[in-house]
T-cell receptor, first 112, second 115 residues
């Protein structure tokens, strides 16, 4: 699976949009971009995923660049409960079907 | 509906004892995964099941670790002769099927402390 690069930490004011970037310059054509988050002492929570088109659900939006080498997760109106570690994961086929490979993620702190 | 459940939520054991950790996947999910997260570390893949079969056991850290799944549902991760370095949060996830487009949903984890 392609490696991802994320900033180690970010801050966001409550009520503002949080834009979390992820670089995945070695992504290949059949690899998906997944986002999970982990709130302290909980299991990872699925947020969203996409292949090449932008995606939106009730939690967030995912913007993938045309060349697919980077993406941005957008939380449109961050709340204090969105404080968590956010993981960007690129997931492919072959022998990696079964597993998610988590990096260090971005620690997002939402402050009042 | 019900999500992935794990038991116990916390386990304290003495070095050298065996422990069993249980995972109940989401109903109807054929794929099941085990990960662990050591203090201050990222999530590490251990093993996955497709039905009752485990095609990839390469992530198990030693032969003291084993896992099984029966009836295509509940899975048990067993650690024999526990060591202090086994202390971690053990996470289970399930997905509807195997595939890189299949979303994995995680349980709350079992926090294991080996004294």
């Amino acid at each position: 699976d392609a490696k991802t690069t994320q900033p180690p930490s970010m801050d966001c004011a409550e009520g503002r949009a949080a834009n979390l970037p992820c670089n995945h310059s070695t992504i290949s054509g059949n690899e998906y971009v997944y986002w999970y988050r982990q709130i302290h002492s909980q299991g990872p929570q699925y947020i969203i995923h996409g292949l090449k088109n932008n995606e939106t659900n009730e939690m967030a939006s995912l913007i993938i660049t045309e060349d697919r080498k980077s993406s941005t997760l957008i939380l449109p109106h961050a709340t204090l409960r969105d404080t968590a570690v956010y993981y960007c994961i690129v997931r492919g086929g072959g022998t990696s079907y079964g597993k998610l490979t988590f990096g260090q993620g971005t620690i997002l702190t939402v402050h009042p | 509906g019900a999500g992935v459940s794990q038991s116990p939520s916390n386990k304290v054991t003495e070095k050298g004892k065996d422990v069993e950790l249980r995972c109940d996947p989401i109903s109807g999910h054929t794929a099941l995964y085990w990960y662990r997260q050591s203090l201050g570390q990222g999530l590490e893949f251990l093993i996955y099941f497709q039905g009752n079969s485990a095609p990839d056991k390469s992530g198990l850290p030693s032969d003291r670790f084993s896992a099984e799944r029966t009836g295509g549902s509940v899975s048990t991760l067993t650690i024999q002769r526990t060591q202090q370095e086994d202390s971690a949060v053990y996470l289970c996830a399930s997905s509807l099927a195997i595939g890189h487009q299949e979303t994995q949903y995680f349980g709350p984890g079992t926090r294991l402390l080996v004294l």
